[in-house]
């Protein structure tokens, strides 16, 4: 962005004709946008709920109606058959994390599927029981590590094991990951880490990562929560063992969407690798014979364990197709980049005193979404945050002092950038 923009009106008149020149604009006409009939909001929260896409009510409604017309005849009848979707979703899925169709299974939710992969990657041996994690993971993450090693009888304070940033630093930098692999290499069973970090937005170096701890005989795991449908991945290339996420961020499946997982092949195709089972893990072509022998396809689809839920599965094929229509996530991480150029750009030239922005600043490790740290004199950024939510601009908070902001490609503009930055502005001086 070599433009300089002076005022907010030069500011809104340049976004508006970045949108006339970007042929992906014209994405945001498949999705659903809150607001009012006079104007729509500026829905920066597609980090933690992407919007509808109009295509989905029927897709839903659809599932109503082979339900009503074919009742259980619409497992195997019908377009498309309900055995056969959640493959069909995995299919779509795959390209979108850089894996292979038999790499993926969309199943469950996502703090249950980091449980299963605990349970199948999570092998303490000898000196090697401990887990390594990062000192912000989500709550969610560490509970569910914290639990797993209680499970096993080992006590987290002694086998869990946290890295945080430098002192005074608000980031994590690969070194210290890769250093605390190092010196904790022999005891170490497993790695769990964000491929983007929810808080800050950083983006993870998962190849590095994955190498480090391979080469140091441990097991690594992410957490694509933040990653999925947001940044490029190459899942199956780098090697990684296992990752799991959630569909109703950045991928736009809806609320409560089913997660998703990622078994790397080298363990997808052994059929004896350690797990729990189901029935609907067993190989679809003897499954209803009812033998209780546990027979897995040599593929991720044999980690599911029950019958799939058809209707919140309906969500998710449409909500795919988009990022087909987008023609994949590398252009739209291009205009994603060039979006958070001019975000960058308003901020530092309209609010350089208001609004430090956490989230590293180069290409490789940032996604959509700016983490800004809000500094007003007399006006908690709180309250700045609550004032910007009442003039219909959409963004989140978290504690102590951070408004996160995602502009989507898929459906946000430079003009709702605009607007966020005038809003801000506004809500920023005292009178308001
Ligand atoms: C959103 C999010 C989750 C959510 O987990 P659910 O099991 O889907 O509720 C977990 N981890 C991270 C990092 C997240 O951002």
């Given amino acids: 962005m070599t433009e300089t923009t002076h ?12 949108d006339r020149d970007d042929p992906l604009t014209s994405l945001r006409n498949r999705f659903l946008i809150p ?17 509808q896409p109009r295509s989905t009510r029927e897709h839903v409604m659809q599932v109503m109606d082979q339900w009503h017309h074919a009742g259980v005849h619409g497992h195997f009848d019908g377009e498309p058959a309900w055995m056969d979707l959640p493959q069909m979703i995995s299919d779509r899925m795959a390209p979108l994390v850089g894996a292979s169709p038999q790499e993926v299974v969309v199943m469950n939710t996502l703090t249950v599927n980091l449980h299963l992969m605990l349970a199948s990657f999570f092998r303490p041996h000898g000196q090697r029981t401990k887990i390594l994690i990062e000192e912000h993971a989500f709550p969610s993450d560490h509970q569910a590590v914290a639990s797993f090693l209680q499970l096993h009888g080992l006590d987290p304070a ?20 890769t250093d605390a ?19 800050t937005g950083q983006v993870f170096d998962m190849p590095t990562l994955t190498e480090t701890a391979h080469r140091r005989g441990i097991v690594i795991g992410f957490d694509l929560a933040h990653a999925a449908g947001n940044i490029e991945l190459d899942l199956h290339d780098w090697n990684v063992d296992f990752a799991c996420w959630c569909t109703y961020k950045y991928l736009n499946c809806g609320p409560g969407a089913p997660g998703a997982c990622f078994i790397h092949e080298r ?50 094929l449409p909500a795919l197709e988009i990022f087909e229509a987008a023609g994949g996530l590398k252009p739209l991480r291009e205009r994603s980049r060039r979006q958070n150029a001019f975000f960058r ?78 809003t801000l502005t506004e809500s920023l001086s005292a009178d308001n």
Avoid: K
Avoid at 158 to 177: D, K, T, W
Avoid at 191 to 198: D, M
Avoid at 267 to 289: K, V
């Fill in 345 to 422: 750009q308003l901020l530092t030239e309209q609010l350089p005193d208001h609004v430090h922005i956490v989230t590293p600043d180069t290409p490789l490790a940032g996604g959509c979404q700016l983490s800004l740290e809000i500094q007003c004199e007399g006006t908690s950024g709180r309250e700045v945050f609550d004032r910007i939510s009442s003039r219909g601009v959409h963004t989140d908070w978290r504690e102590p002092n951070v408004i996160r902001a995602a502009p989507v490609p898929l459906y946000n503009t430079f003009e709702d950038i605009a607007r966020f930055v005038a």
């Fill in 35 to 51: 607001g009012t009939p006079a104007a729509d909001d500026v829905y920066f929260v597609g980090n933690s709920l992407g919007l």
């Fill in 158 to 177: 002694e086998h869990l094991i946290v890295v945080g940033p430098a002192p005074g630093e608000a980031l994590i930098s690969v070194s210290q990951l």
């Fill in 267 to 316: 363990h997808a195709t052994n059929i004896h690798h350690p797990r729990l089972a189901g029935w609907w893990g067993h190989e679809r072509g003897s499954r209803f014979q009812m033998a209780a022998e546990f027979v897995p396809p040599p593929t991720a689809q044999g980690w599911q364990l029950s019958n799939p839920p058809m209707l919140a599965m309906a969500t998710m």
């Fill in 181 to 199: 692999m190092t010196a904790h290499a022999s005891e170490l069973a497993l790695c769990l880490l964000p491929g983007v970090q929810y808080y």
């Fill in 7 to 18: 005022s907010p009106q030069q500011a809104m008149t340049r976004a508006l004709q970045l």
